[in-house]
């Protein structure tokens, strides 16, 4: 499975840090892609809808026709990591790949949310993309643990 993840901005510090571990780990069970994408205007001074437009515009680009589109949204569903892994297992088993994108700091545009398989929320609480990005690294080794019966989620 080839996986591959849309970020608006820039990965530095220790998310970069935390997205190499967790590509690491992830190597034997996928091949996975970050991509992240420049974003344009200051966010103080450009208005919202223009830069959650030339986002979505540029996500866009990387979009995989074939591949299943998870969107992580705080209007998505909340699913636990046991779920989560059945939602793996189905898009494995469909011989899919999977794009998963993350929306910049306000937000994701809805032509990119109309596209998009599933709309996942990974917490009621607010996270930055950049967080955002471990955490569904995390859970996307986690699932494959799961799936493969590994000693890993308790």
Not at 25 to 48: N, P, S, Y
Not at 134 to 146: G, H, P, S, V, Y
């Amino acid at each position: 499975m080839k996986i591959r993840i849309i970020v608006p901005g820039k990965i530095t510090g220790f998310i970069k840090d935390g997205v190499d571990h967790y590509k690491k780990l992830l190597r034997r069970f996928a091949d996975v892609e970050m991509i992240t994408v420049a974003r344009d205007g200051d966010i103080k001074k450009t208005r919202k809808d223009i830069i959650i437009r030339k986002e979505a515009e540029k996500i866009e680009r990387y979009l995989r026709e074939k591949a299943f589109l998870l969107l992580l949204d705080v209007r998505g569903k909340e699913l636990d990591s046991e779920d989560f892994s059945k939602l793996l297992r189905g898009i494995l088993e469909r011989g899919k790949n999977l794009d998963i994108v993350i929306g910049g700091p306000f937000g994701i545009d809805d032509s990119i949310r109309k596209k998009a398989d599933f709309l996942l929320s990974i917490s009621k609480m607010t996270f930055t993309h950049e967080l955002c990005v471990i955490l569904i690294l995390e859970q996307l080794f986690r699932a494959f643990k799961i799936l493969k019966g590994e000693t890993y989620h308790y």
